[in-house]
């Protein structure tokens, strides 16, 4: 299960960190994902962490504003967003994919999503 937490409603140029919490899977042996997803449109991956907080992964629309990170001793993975946009508002859903053999993540390799949780930017 994973569960996220954090979202909420910020000014452009404002700063959230999300988190996502595992429990019932053994963590150290999964990635972990951020995807988004906007009304009409195919959920977006945004950015992933290997196994061991490597390799990282960032999509290029939010290469240099966001920063993840995890702790497997807590099971737990953070998106840190800085720089907000107003582009940036989504339902965030963190993802995690069993012994992953890529540095990304594709929609039909995850193995488990969270319920999601909203971000929204406001201008």
């Known amino acids: 299960q994973l569960v996220e937490s954090g979202g909420g409603l910020v000014q452009a140029g404002g700063s959230l960190r999300l988190s996502c919490a595992a429990s019932?899977?053994?963590?150290?042996?999964?990635?972990v994902a951020w995807f988004r997803q906007t009304p009409g449109k195919e959920r977006e991956l945004v950015s992933v962490?290997?196994?061991?907080?490597?390799?990282?992964y960032y999509s290029d629309s939010v290469k240099g504003r966001f920063t993840i990170s995890r702790n497997n001793a807590n099971n737990t993975v953070f998106l840190e967003m800085t720089n907000l946009k107003p582009e940036d508002t989504a339902v965030y859903y963190c993802?995690?994919?069993?012994?992953?053999?890529?540095?990304?993540?594709?929609?039909?390799?995850?193995?488990?999503w969270g319920q999601g949780t909203q971000v929204t930017v406001s201008s």
């Open positions: 962490i290997g196994k061991n907080g490597k390799p990282t």
């Open positions: 993802a995690a994919e069993f012994e992953p053999t890529t540095e990304t993540m594709d929609l039909q390799r995850v193995d488990f």
């Open positions: 019932g899977l053994t963590f150290i042996r999964y990635s």
